[in-house]
C-alpha cells in the first residue's frame, strides 16, 4: 500500500525552500562562497586571501577573454569580499546555520552593504530638504486659510469699498464691468493686508528650517558679537542706552512681540522707554499702576 501523502507537510517544505533560499543567495547568488573561492568553511583568512589570488590571476579579463571567464571572475571577487571581512564572514556562516530567520539575514546583510555606505551628510540635507518643504507647504496653506477669512469680513469689504472709491474719484468706471474693478481693488487691498495678518504670516525662505540651519554658524557668530558689543558698551564703558537698545529692553519687559512695537505710536514708546521698565521696580511700579486702571475703568 501506497503511503499517504502529507499535501500539508508537502506545502509547508515547499514554503520554507523557497524562503530559506533567498536568504543564502543574496550573497552569492546561487553559489556558495567558500566553494567559489575552492576553499572550506573552516579556512582562515590567509588561504582564503591565497585562494582568491590565484583564481583571480586564472580567470582576470586581461589574462582570460572567455565571457564565461569574466563572469566566474565577477563572482570570485564578490565571494572574497564577503568572506575577507570578519563581520560579513559570520553574518553569511549565521545564515547558512539559520538559513530559516531569512527577514533577519536579509536585514543584516543590506545593512552591512547599504547602510555604512550612506552618507551623514547626505542623510542631514535630505531630512532638512524634507522638513522644509513640509514647513512652506504648512505655512502657505495656513497662510491662504487666514486671508480667506480676512476677506470674508465687513470690514474688509467696506475698505474695498473705501479704495474702489479713492481710485475712481468716487464715480465707478462703466467701460469696465464691475467684476473686474472689484477684483482688480481685491488684489490691491490684500497685498495691503499681508502685514496685518497675525499667527499666519506668508512663508518665507529665510524662515524654513533648512536655511536656519544653514545659516546657523553665522547668526550664531553675530548673536556673539552683539553680546561683546554689549557687555562693553553698557556694562565697562558704562553708556546711555541707545534709543534702539532702550527699546529692545522696553519690549523684552513687557512682552512685546517686535510687530506689535511696530504699531505703537511713537509718544507711547517715548513714554514706556522714559519709564525705564527693564528696571525691576520700575516695572513692577508701572504693572501696579497698569492693573489700577483696569480696575477703575471697569
Not at 3 to 17: D, K, M, N, Q
Not at 25 to 42: A, K
Not at 79 to 105: C, G, M, W
Not at 209 to 236: E, Q
Request: charged share 30%.
Amino acid at each position: 500500500m501506497a503511503p499517504e501523502i502529507s499535501w500539508r507537510g508537502l506545502t509547508a517544505t515547499l514554503v520554507v525552500l523557497l524562503l530559506i533560499q533567498p536568504s543564502i543567495s543574496i550573497y552569492c547568488d546561487d553559489d556558495d562562497c567558500y566553494d567559489l573561492l575552492g576553499v572550506s568553511q573552516y579556512a582562515n583568512s590567509s588561504e582564503i586571501k591565497k585562494a582568491y589570488y590565484k583564481l583571480s590571476l586564472k580567470h582576470h579579463p586581461d589574462k582570460n577573454p572567455d565571457p564565461e571567464s569574466k563572469k566566474l571572475f565577477v563572482k570570485i571577487a564578490n565571494a572574497y569580499e564577503i568572506l575577507k571581512d570578519e563581520s560579513t564572514r559570520a553574518q553569511y556562516d549565521y545564515a547558512i546555520a539559520h538559513p530559516e530567520e531569512v527577514f533577519y539575514n536579509t536585514a543584516r546583510y543590506y545593512q552591512a552593504y547599504y547602510g555604512h555606505k550612506t552618507d551623514p551628510r547626505a542623510v542631514l540635507v535630505g531630512l532638512l530638504l524634507v522638513l522644509s518643504a513640509f514647513q512652506y507647504m504648512n505655512q502657505l496653506t495656513r497662510y491662504k486659510q487666514a486671508l480667506d477669512m480676512v476677506k470674508r469680513t465687513p470690514a474688509y469689504k467696506n475698505k474695498l469699498k473705501a479704495l474702489e472709491l479713492e481710485r475712481t474719484g468716487g464715480a465707478t468706471n462703466r467701460k469696465k464691468s464691475n467684476k473686474q474693478m472689484n477684483k482688480k481693488m481685491e488684489e490691491d487691498l490684500s497685498n495691503e493686508l499681508e502685514l496685518q495678518i497675525k499667527g499666519a504670516e506668508k512663508p518665507s525662505v529665510w524662515g524654513l528650517v533648512g536655511v536656519r540651519f544653514i545659516l546657523l554658524p553665522y547668526a550664531a557668530g553675530k548673536m556673539l558679537l552683539w553680546c561683546v558689543r554689549w557687555l562693553w558698551r553698557y556694562k565697562v564703558k558704562r553708556a546711555p542706552y541707545s534709543w534702539e537698545d532702550a527699546s529692545y529692553l522696553t519690549r523684552r519687559s513687557l512682552g512685546v512681540p517686535h510687530d506689535s512695537w511696530n504699531y505703537i505710536d511713537e509718544s507711547t514708546k517715548e513714554d514706556l522707554i522714559g519709564r525705564r521698565l527693564w528696571e525691576k521696580s520700575n516695572l513692577q511700579s508701572y504693572m501696579a499702576e497698569m492693573r489700577k486702571e483696569s480696575k477703575r475703568r471697569r
